[in-house]
Structure formats: structure tokens, C-alpha cells
């Protein structure tokens, strides 16, 4: 039962944080960003990708929030990508004027507002399928909009995306018999290789997927079709995806944070970012630290972060912690005990109200579980910025 605010006058839950308190005094569990780390990854991309004469349309979806999408405008990108229509909405209304979405749709409710904000800004979304195309036309007429739409290829994923260019080709004829759908191109993104740990391997699989990519490319400009855009790539292949002349747009994300599972790549090239996202965590409870496992517990778990990709890193001054090792979480804790093979022991566990930062696994559905960052410049905070579009999975 949810009391009526007379019945509960003055009581409300305060923000984590406040601009201008100590770093060490936040509230946790609360995501925290190092804004010093975060720009120099924003700049170290943008100017990778300007210097290969490539568009970067960054993935909101790692992030959800429209500060950052503007921040990443301001600093060249050409707009954004969101992978849900409804996650779409809070960046419109914040004033981001170009938006894909980086994947199909399927109901008429999301064709609908997919129109309905593509009277706003210039909006663009995928196909694999001939219905799809219908529905999209429907939805733009009755909106009285224009809808961009890419032709997405199968380039090794195995997920969505036609298998070859005379498929394609198919799509885009169709498309091309609505006037109020507008060809825009070919999305070519395989995520199964973001992953790939060691450097060779994946430099090799974006090769493959780049290649499938030029010959559908090359096989509709022998029909007659132009692809005047190529988007896709990631995070853990965009060296390559850059270099590779085949695409003319790069859809990175997580980049700006780099969690923990793509800390673990090997990156023996020139694009190499910073861990710059963490979840501030405290010491709850030591009750544990003098047995024989000790162990100090904190108040992170399961409904903190996510764990698809591992468990998160400790992190100590100036890096991965040596001594300490987050080991298991429950939903609403966290054990750390010490790393004994690097010759840690009990004395090296933080002790009780102690502050403890840890990186992510994956930062996509982690972020999902905040209403904000709070944003660090050294040991002050500096700012909170809102996940807007946290939970719209629409």
C-alpha cells in the first residue's frame, strides 16, 4: 500500500550524493564516474575516428543517459544509436536530433511512437524482413514522418539480419515503394567478436565480418544500389572496424566506461581505453574477517550490478586491487576475501564503513539498475546525471 504524502511529510530518500562532497562520503551502492578517465575515452575515440574519415554514432545503450549522449555530440558524433524504441525517448526529449535504432521491431505500439518521434528527430531503425517494412510504412503515414530503415546483414552473428545481398536486395526494393520510408543502408554487426580475447584472433574475426560486409555491399552496386551508409562495429573491434574501409559509421559503446569483460581483452594495438565506471560499495559487516577463510562483506550484490559477464574487479589506487578479490554475490551482498596467491592475507581486508569501488562486468544491464551517476573529478563530486532511460526496454 502505497501512503498518501500527507501521511509521510518531509520524508523522502536524498540523492547519493551532492556536488561538492568528499568522493568518499557518497552513498552506496551508487554508480560513480571518473570524469577526468571518461573524457580522455570520449576524446581518444572521436579523434580515431576522424582521423579515418569514419562517423561515430555511439551506442546509448551502454550508458542510457542523455548527458552523455550530448557529450558525446558536442564532441563530434553524429547522434546516437539505441537499441529499444521507448529507450529512444528520453535522448528525443533531452534534444538529441539523430537517433538509430540499432535493431528490428516488431507491434504496431513501437512502430507508432518510432513515428511519433521521428516527427521530432531524424530517426532510423533495421530490418531482416518484408513485414516489417509494412508496418513501418503504416505507422510513418499515419504519423505523417519519415522513416530511415537499414538493411541489417548476417555477417556471423547468427542473431538477426538477412544472409545475403539478393535477400537484401529484396528489402530494399521494398522499401524503396513507400514514400515515406527512406533507404539509409546496410547495418553489419557481429557482438559475438567484441569478446574474443586475444588480439590476433579478433582482429582475424572483424576481417571475416568486414569482408561478408563489402561483398553484399559490392554485389547491390552491381544492381544498381548505393548503400550510402555502412554502421556497425564495437567496442572490442573498432581498431580494425576503422582501418577496414568498409564502414563509414561505427556504433562503439562501452567504451567510454570499459568494464571489467572488455578489460580482459588484449589490446596490443593504438586503441587502448581506461576504466573510468565503478560501483561504490561499503564494508557492512567484518564479522567474518578473523576465520579461518576470512572474509569482510559488502553492500553490493545481485541487485547492484550485473554478473552475465563475470564478477567484478576490486579496484585499488591506481588499479586492479592485489590483495582483494570480489568472490560471490548474493542479492544483497557482496564477499571480498584476499588474494593469497599474491601473498595477501586477513590484514589486507578494508575494515568496517570502509569504501570499497569496484569495476563492473558488463556495463550495459548494470547501469539499468541506477536512477543516476555520480560523476567524480579526483576526490570531489562534481555532478549526478540522471539514467534516463533506465528500464525502458520497449
Request: proline share 5%.
Amino acid at each position: 500500500m502505497t501512503l498518501p504524502d500527507s501521511a509521510t511529510p518531509g520524508l523522502r530518500l536524498a540523492p547519493p550524493a551532492v556536488a561538492g562532497q568528499p568522493a568518499a562520503t557518497i552513498d552506496t551502492p551508487s554508480l560513480v564516474l571518473d570524469l577526468d578517465v571518461f573524457e580522455r575515452n570520449l576524446a581518444q575515440m572521436q579523434q580515431a575516428a576522424d582521423k579515418a574519415g569514419v562517423h561515430l554514432r555511439p551506442h546509448a545503450k551502454a550508458h542510457k543517459c542523455p548527458a552523455i549522449a550530448l557529450a558525446q555530440i558536442a564532441r563530434g558524433a553524429v547522434g546516437i544509436c539505441c537499441q529499444k524504441v521507448s529507450e529512444a525517448l528520453p535522448f528525443v526529449q533531452a534534444g538529441v536530433t539523430d537517433i538509430h535504432i540499432s535493431n528490428e521491431i516488431a507491434g504496431t505500439a513501437k512502430a507508432a511512437l518510432l513515428a511519433g518521434m521521428a516527427r521530432h528527430a531524424r530517426l532510423s531503425v533495421c530490418v531482416d524482413d518484408a513485414r516489417q517494412i509494412g508496418a513501418l510504412a503504416e505507422a510513418a503515414g499515419h504519423a505523417g514522418s519519415t522513416i530511415g530503415v537499414f538493411v541489417e546483414i548476417d555477417v556471423g552473428q547468427g542473431r538477426c539480419g538477412v544472409a545475403d545481398a539478393p535477400a537484401a536486395l529484396r528489402l530494399v526494393q521494398a522499401i524503396g515503394a513507400h514514400a515515406r520510408l527512406e533507404f539509409r543502408g546496410l547495418q553489419a554487426y557481429h557482438g559475438g567478436i567484441q569478446h574474443v580475447r586475444d588480439y590476433a584472433s579478433r582482429r582475424q574475426a572483424a576481417a571475416d565480418a568486414a569482408a561478408r560486409t563489402a561483398a553484399v555491399v559490392a554485389e547491390l552496386a552491381e544492381a544498381g544500389v548505393a548503400c550510402p551508409t555502412v554502421t556497425g562495429g564495437g567496442s572490442g573491434s573498432v581498431e580494425f572496424d576503422l582501418a577496414s574501409g568498409v564502414y563509414t559509421e561505427i556504433q562503439p559503446g562501452s567504451y567510454i566506461f570499459m568494464d571489467a569483460d572488455y578489460g580482459r581483452n588484449d589490446y596490443s594495438g593504438a586503441l587502448r581505453f581506461e576504466h573510468s565506471l565503478f560501483i561504490a560499495s561499503t564494508v557492512m559487516s567484518v564479522a567474518a574477517a578473523t576465520r579461518p577463510a576470512p572474509r569482510v562483506v559488502l553492500d553490493a550484490g545481485l541487485k547492484s550490478m550485473a554478473v552475465d559477464s563475470g564478477l567484478p574487479l576490486v579496484w585499488g589506487a591506481a588499479g586492479p586491487d592485489q590483495a582483494l578479490a570480489y568472490v560471490a554475490a548474493n542479492d544483497e551482498h557482496g564477499i571480498v576475501e584476499p588474494l593469497t596467491r599474491a601473498g595477501a592475507s586477513a590484514a589486507s581486508l578494508p575494515a568496517l564503513g570502509t569504501q570499497v569501488l569496484l569495476v563492473p562486468g558488463h556495463c550495459d544491464p548494470t547501469l539499468n539498475l541506477y536512477d543516476e551517476i555520480v560523476g567524480v573529478r579526483g576526490q570531489t563530486v562534481a555532478c549526478l546525471w540522471p539514467v534516463a532511460a533506465r528500464g525502458l526496454s520497449r
